[in-house]
């Protein structure tokens, strides 16, 4: 191929013979994909904020991270109704932590405790305490999935309802899923340490769906902000997960004949027993 340039030599421009016509256009796109890639740059920390409690069993006021409403795109649910955000976790900063005395619970049950509940996770909790972190700018999982058991022990000392604890159970479930899909591929014994959160997931959510089985039959709806519909199709996923079909399908059924039960919840119902269909096939 001819140089386009040739004889620039004559000005003393030979440096330049090689420039190509539309370089600077090249160079526009690389700058405006940069541009475009520096806006979209995601910092966790630039989410949350510090947001001030007042603990219902010592009084004592502290502050600790909370999500930013409106800041995190839901992109999807996993079929046991676990939200999946753009970007990062929000489920991590669930649980709610009082650093002097050692009550937790998560942020939907947080403010309720009685008298006679305060008294025994003082005498069961606080007596044992040795605090909490809540000062870091943004939680690791394994920090979430601390305050997460913590606020089951809480549940179980204080004698919480039977949905609050599966609640908690189901929340701590999603925390190790969460930690399994963002454990980096190069940590050591990586398929060693993705069965284990695998297994101990599994127990959660087994606890979880035992809970919920129980609580369906003693407890009013809505039952930790869900409505029966909603706990009946979760309750059939669940099932599924822990490999129990018949009652998957006795649950599906429950959902599929509702007839308050929108489209929307019909056809996750059809989804999870397709599932159900070619698991045990």
């Not at 979209?40 to 630039?46: A, R």
């Not at 609580?215 to 669940?238: H, I, Q, R, W, Y």
Request: proline residues 3%; aromatic residues 10%; hydrophobic residues 35%.
């Amino acid at each position: 191929m001819s140089n386009l340039f040739s004889g620039l030599e004559a000005f003393g421009l030979g440096n330049l013979s090689e420039i190509d016509v539309y370089d600077d256009e090249k160079e526009k796109e690389i700058e405006k994909k940069q541009d475009e890639e520096e806006k979209t740059l995601f910092f966790e920390e630039e989410n949350v904020f510090d947001k001030t409690f007042t603990c219902p069993v010592c009084d004592n006021e502290f502050k600790t991270k909370m999500v930013k409403t409106g800041k995190i795109k839901l992109l999807e649910l996993d079929s046991d109704l676990r939200p999946i955000y753009q970007n990062m976790d929000p489920l991590k900063y669930d649980a709610i932590v009082c650093p002097n005395c050692g009550f937790a619970a998560l942020n939907r049950f947080f403010k309720y405790v009685t008298t006679a509940q305060a008294a025994l996770i003082k005498k069961n909790i606080t007596a044992a305490f040795r605090g909490v972190n809540n000062s870091c700018e943004v939680f690791s999982y394994d920090e979430a999935l601390a305050r997460h058991k913590l606020a089951l022990v809480n549940a179980i000392v204080k004698k919480a309802k039977t949905s609050e604890r599966a609640y908690t159970c189901l929340k701590t479930a999603w925390i190790l899923r969460g930690k399994a899909e963002h454990l980096p591929k190069d940590t050591p014994n990586y398929e060693q340490q993705i069965k284990e959160l695998e297994a101990e997931e599994l127990d959660f959510i087994t606890k979880a769906y035992t809970g919920f089985d129980e609580a369906f039959s003693k407890e009013p709806f809505p039952m930790c902000g869900m409505d029966e519909n909603t706990v009946t199709l979760m309750m059939a996923d669940l099932a599924r997960r822990i490999q129990k079909y018949d009652e998957a399908g006795r649950w599906i059924s429950k959902v599929l004949i509702a007839r308050d039960a929108n489209e929307r919840i019909k056809s996750k119902a059809r989804e999870i027993k397709e599932m159900i269909k070619e698991e045990k096939n």
